[in-house]
């Protein structure tokens, strides 16, 4: 039985299967962070001794000794009588701790932030985050004050701190100053003694434009060690302040240096130059929110907010060519089915379809309404009729993509067409088991967009065949298109892309690992959903995932106020009462209950109330769900998300067949 040990927060032991492995009493737990401390080590019984009591028992190193047992069943529960432990071993004189360095969070943090330095920028701020994701809450925080765990405490402290300052490092290598800025912002007000993170605070307020306060950030830190340390700052950050006043030319080598001053006189040079042409800077602001919404984060969600605007303000020029042009130039990829911002894609999808209506009914305007009807189509994500509704939006929307695909193939240009698949690709979800159609047409703009230099369209074409081979357990194939996608992204400054590739790097571990490490790899893959401004993304799915590792266990699910089902609440209820035992109840949510979204997630959620159909012996839902499900047998069930999977489809009719024939 493998064993999983934690120490950043309270002291804890998790089995297998992620169970909480009980320590027993609070001297249990210390005992166990004694040896974690050691480091491997053996400790002598003497020492434990005095390291546990400040006055030891008259009985101490039996105590000891009983400790030793007790916490030797509860690690090693399946481990045969009189046979040798191997994890918390008798050595001469004492005891030591033989666990692996990836099973103690501890230990894992330490050879990351050491290994970081080693690694490409991007990758060293993916494995940072994932690092500091492991923190509880302070380390050893059950254990007391004892001088052998506060020194303890401190190193791991530090280590913290180093993997925030080396994580915000790497970020500046990447030239996401700003980004870097406002996690150090907040560090030095917890850490105000640490001069290296005032010194990458000052510039990496520097590199986003923000002199004066890259300036003040020097005196707050000169302050800050004056009122609380009595120390004036040393001589490397004195130096930066005299460098930020001449603005010397080292401070911004990277993306930020010669790039911005390069961009800051280009646009004195624009402002200059059409001071009032509305119509230009309309277009221009439609095309820079187009490259920041791949920044992601901030970025993502201020490119959704002024596009609106922009769009409204091309509108009232009364120019329906200017509006399309204005609508149409965002063509930013977009893989996930759920809408990041409903009301602002309503607002979009309304704007397209009166420019159409408005734009002139001759081929020189066949491009613009190309991509309006593009637009259309990606805005109307998830908006495909279900069996019970048989038109509406849906049918308009999936019109639109047919007619967008059309139009760009006639006019034979790569970045019309590859903006019509995205269209064909969101509405490409008429009914379950369409994972191949959605391969092929990934496939295709992969093809399109090496055509025409479309990096984004090409990651987004590996993004979808990457779903596409998860649908049908390939992970072979979906682990060539996930490294193909990470490949381009580093290349190319696309840091959303590792959102996605790392979700489905959980999902593989959930496929091939033991349950805890799929845990770990999920909680990890959640941490980086926090600030990426994809709440259509993020919104329900940490839930999502843990559920779909209980089911996929064996294990019944967790019926906790604290999860937050998102858009899915309405799917997961029925069986969240079943568990709870509230059949009545369950088989009330279930009665006319809607079909779900037609998008990625849509499998899995028939699956989950097929089962809780199926507990209640509601026949009429497990028969819907059963004809829902049927053309997707051969697959596995939400895999098609690229995220999480409730298993093979197979199994989930079989059950329902079975329940169907008594």
Same mark, same amino acid.
Request: hydrophobic share 45%.
């Given at each position: 039985?493998?064993?999983?040990?934690?120490?950043?927060?309270?002291?804890?032991?998790?089995?297998?299967?992620?169970?909480?492995?009980?320590?027993?009493?609070?001297?249990?737990?210390?005992?166990?962070?004694?040896?974690?401390?050691?480091?491997?080590?053996?400790?002598?019984?003497?020492?434990?001794?005095?390291?546990?009591?400040?006055?030891?028992?008259?009985?101490?190193?039996?105590?000891?000794?009983?400790?030793?047992?007790?916490?030797?069943?509860?690690?090693?529960?399946?481990?045969?009588?009189?046979?040798?432990?191997?994890?918390?071993?008798?050595?001469?004189?004492?005891?030591?701790?033989?666990?692996?360095?990836?099973?103690?969070?501890?230990?894992?943090?330490?050879?990351?932030?050491?290994?970081?330095?080693?690694?490409?920028?991007?990758?060293?701020?993916?494995?940072?985050?994932?690092?500091?994701?492991?923190?509880?809450?302070?380390? *050893? $925080?059950?254990?007391?004050?004892?001088?052998?765990?506060?020194?303890?405490?401190?190193?791991?402290?530090?280590?913290?701190?180093?993997?925030?300052?080396?994580?915000?490092?790497?970020?500046?290598?990447?030239?996401?100053?700003?980004?870097?800025?406002?996690?150090?912002?907040?560090?030095?007000?917890?850490?105000?003694?640490?001069?290296?993170?005032?010194?990458?605070?000052?510039?990496?307020?520097?590199?986003?434009?923000?002199?004066?306060?890259?300036?003040?950030?020097?005196?707050?830190?000169?302050?800050?060690?004056?009122?609380?340390?009595?120390?004036?700052?040393?001589?490397?950050?004195?130096?930066?302040?005299?460098?930020?006043?001449?603005?010397?030319?080292?401070?911004?080598?990277?993306?930020?240096?010669?790039?911005?001053?390069?961009?800051?006189? $280009?646009?004195?040079?624009?402002?200059?130059?059409?001071?009032? *042409?509305?119509?230009?800077?309309?277009?221009?602001?439609?095309?820079?929110?187009?490259?920041?919404?791949?920044?992601?984060?901030?970025?993502?969600?201020?490119?959704?907010?002024?596009?609106?605007?922009?769009?409204?303000?091309?509108?009232?020029?009364?120019?329906?060519?200017?509006?399309?042009?204005?609508?149409?130039? *965002?063509?930013?990829?977009?893989?996930?089915?759920?809408?990041?911002?409903?009301?602002?894609?309503?607002?979009?999808?309304?704007?397209?379809?009166?420019?159409?209506?408005?734009?002139?009914?001759?081929?020189?305007?066949?491009?613009?309404?190309?991509?309006?009807?593009?637009?259309?189509?990606?805005?109307?994500?998830?908006?495909?009729?279900?069996?019970?509704?048989?038109?509406?939006?849906?049918?308009?929307?999936?019109?639109?993509?047919?007619?967008?695909?059309?139009?760009?193939?006639?006019?034979?240009?790569?970045?019309?067409?590859?903006?019509?698949?995205?269209?064909? #690709?969101?509405?490409?979800?008429?009914?379950?088991?369409?994972?191949?159609?959605?391969?092929?047409?990934?496939?295709?703009?992969?093809?399109?967009?090496?055509?025409?230099?479309?990096?984004?369209?090409?990651?987004?074409?590996?993004?979808?065949?990457?779903?596409?081979?998860?649908?049908?357990?390939?992970?072979?194939? $979906?682990?060539?298109?996930?490294?193909?996608?990470?490949?381009?992204?580093?290349?190319?400054?696309?840091?959303?892309?590792?959102? #996605?590739?790392?979700?489905?790097?959980?999902?593989?571990?959930?496929?091939?690992?033991?349950?805890?490490?799929?845990?770990?790899?999920?909680?990890?893959?959640?941490?980086?959903?926090?600030?990426?401004?994809?709440?259509?993304?993020?919104?329900?799915?940490?839930?999502?995932?843990?559920?779909?590792?209980?089911?996929?266990?064996?294990?019944?699910?967790?019926?906790?106020?604290?999860?937050?089902?998102?858009? *899915?609440?309405?799917?997961?209820?029925?069986?969240?009462?079943?568990? $709870?035992?509230?059949?009545?109840?369950?088989?009330?949510?279930?009665?006319?209950?809607?079909?779900?979204?037609?998008?990625?997630?849509?499998?899995?959620?028939?699956?989950?109330?097929?089962?809780?159909?199926?507990?209640?012996?509601?026949?009429?839902?497990?028969?819907?769900?059963?004809?829902?499900?049927?053309?997707?047998?051969?697959?596995?069930?939400?895999?098609?998300?690229?995220?999480?999977?409730?298993?093979?489809?197979?199994?989930?009719?079989?059950?329902?067949?079975?329940?169907?024939?008594?």
């Amino acid at each position: 039985m493998r064993v999983h040990l934690g120490v950043l927060g309270p002291v804890a032991a998790w089995g297998p299967e992620g169970a909480p492995v009980p320590l027993k009493g609070p001297m249990h737990r210390a005992l166990l962070a004694r040896l974690v401390v050691a480091r491997r080590r053996v400790v002598p019984v003497s020492r434990l001794v005095e390291d546990l009591w400040d006055e030891p028992p008259a009985d101490a190193v039996g105590t000891i000794r009983t400790f030793v047992a007790a916490l030797r069943r509860a690690l090693e529960p399946d481990r045969p009588p009189r046979a040798r432990p191997r994890l918390l071993v008798t050595d001469g004189p004492g005891y030591a701790l033989k666990a692996a360095d990836e099973d103690v969070d501890a230990w894992r943090l330490e050879r990351t932030v050491r290994q970081a330095g080693d690694l490409p920028p991007a990758e060293a701020v993916r494995r940072l985050t994932q690092a500091l994701g492991w923190w509880r809450g302070p380390a *050893y $925080a059950d254990v007391g004050a004892a001088s052998w765990v506060r020194a303890e405490r401190s190193r791991l402290a530090d280590l913290e701190c180093r993997a925030v300052e080396d994580r915000a490092q790497a970020r500046l290598a990447l030239g996401a100053a700003a980004e870097a800025a406002a996690e150090l912002d907040a560090h030095v007000g917890e850490h105000p003694w640490r001069e290296d993170a005032w010194h990458l605070l000052a510039l990496a307020l520097y590199r986003s434009g923000r002199q004066t306060e890259a300036l003040s950030a020097v005196r707050r830190a000169r302050r800050a060690l004056g009122d609380r340390m009595g120390i004036e700052p040393g001589p490397r950050l004195r130096r930066l302040e005299t460098d930020l006043l001449r603005q010397a030319d080292h401070l911004d080598p990277g993306p930020g240096g010669p790039a911005a001053r390069v961009w800051a006189q $280009a646009a004195a040079a624009y402002e200059r130059a059409a001071p009032s *042409y509305a119509r230009v800077r309309l277009e221009s602001t439609a095309g820079l929110m187009r490259d920041l919404a791949v920044t992601g984060g901030g970025g993502l969600e201020a490119a959704r907010r002024h596009r609106v605007a922009a769009v409204a303000a091309a509108e009232q020029l009364g120019d329906p060519e200017v509006t399309a042009r204005v609508i149409g130039i *965002y063509d930013v990829p977009a893989v996930w089915t759920r809408s990041d911002d409903p009301e602002q894609a309503r607002r979009l999808v309304d704007a397209a379809k009166r420019t159409l209506r408005t734009l002139p009914e001759d081929h020189r305007h066949d491009a613009a309404r190309c991509r309006l009807l593009a637009t259309i189509a990606v805005e109307s994500r998830g908006t495909l009729p279900t069996d019970r509704v048989a038109s509406g939006e849906g049918v308009r929307a999936l019109q639109a993509a047919e007619r967008a695909e059309r139009l760009a193939r006639q006019l034979d240009d790569p970045s019309l067409l590859a903006f019509a698949l995205n269209g064909v #690709f969101m509405q490409a979800f008429r009914r379950a088991g369409l994972s191949a159609r959605r391969d092929a047409v990934g496939a295709e703009m992969i093809s399109v967009a090496r055509r025409g230099g479309l990096v984004t369209h090409e990651i987004l074409g590996h993004l979808i065949r990457l779903q596409s081979h998860c649908a049908v357990a390939d992970l072979v194939g $979906a682990d060539r298109h996930a490294t193909a996608a990470d490949r381009l992204a580093e290349r190319h400054g696309i840091p959303l892309v590792a959102v #996605f590739t790392t979700w489905y790097r959980a999902l593989r571990t959930a496929a091939t690992r033991p349950l805890p490490e799929a845990e770990q790899a999920y909680r990890e893959a959640g941490a980086l959903l926090d600030g990426a401004g994809m709440p259509g993304l993020g919104h329900g799915l940490p839930s999502m995932a843990r559920l779909s590792l209980r089911l996929r266990h064996g294990l019944p699910p967790v019926v906790d106020t604290e999860d937050d089902w998102g858009p *899915y609440e309405t799917w997961v209820r029925p069986l969240l009462l079943v568990t $709870a035992g509230d059949v009545t109840a369950a088989r009330a949510a279930l009665r006319g209950i809607a079909s779900p979204p037609r998008d990625l997630m849509s499998e899995a959620l028939w699956c989950l109330v097929a089962r809780a159909a199926t507990a209640v012996g509601d026949r009429e839902v497990m028969g819907c769900a059963a004809r829902q499900l049927r053309p997707a047998v051969a697959e596995l069930a939400g895999a098609q998300s690229g995220l999480l999977s409730f298993g093979p489809v197979a199994r989930h009719l079989e059950e329902l067949s079975s329940s169907l024939r008594r």
